[in-house]
């Protein structure tokens, strides 16, 4: 008996002091402090391009991309001097949109 009770009043003096040193709403964070990424880099298309499922021309065509898509470039390949692909990924919402929806790919610059 003696043990509950004073587990109990650990309890109820843990849970009347703890909450004073937090700020209202509990623990908050500025958006300085959130890992955001500095170097998003995005691109509009000026033209219909393919995307492929890897960077090769006779890669499987997984989508064509309409003038105005918009692209978040995730990484670049350079096969040769001339010849660039870049790993993108779509504009989306992930709550409203298909989950099977294709997102990613590769396109050639």
Same mark, same amino acid.
């Given at each position: 008996?003696? /043990?509950?009770?004073?587990? /109990?009043?650990?309890l109820?003096?843990?849970a009347l002091i703890a909450p004073i040193t937090l700020p209202a709403g509990g623990i908050q964070k500025s958006l300085n402090q959130n890992k955001f990424p500095h170097n998003? /880099?995005?691109i509009i298309l000026s033209s219909n391009t393919l995307l492929?499922?890897?960077?090769?021309?006779?890669?499987?065509e997984l989508l064509?991309?309409?003038?105005g898509t918009t692209l978040s470039v995730l990484r670049s390949w350079k096969?040769?001097?001339?010849?660039?692909?870049?790993?993108?990924?779509?504009?989306? /919402?992930?709550f409203l949109d298909d989950p099977n929806k294709i997102l990613k790919g590769w396109i050639k610059m």
């Open positions: 008996m003696i /043990n509950n009770l004073l587990k /109990n009043f650990c109820i003096t843990f998003i /880099n995005e492929y499922s890897f960077p090769e021309i006779y890669a499987k064509v991309l309409d003038v096969v040769s001097k001339s010849e660039t692909w870049v790993r993108v990924e779509l504009a989306s /919402n992930k």
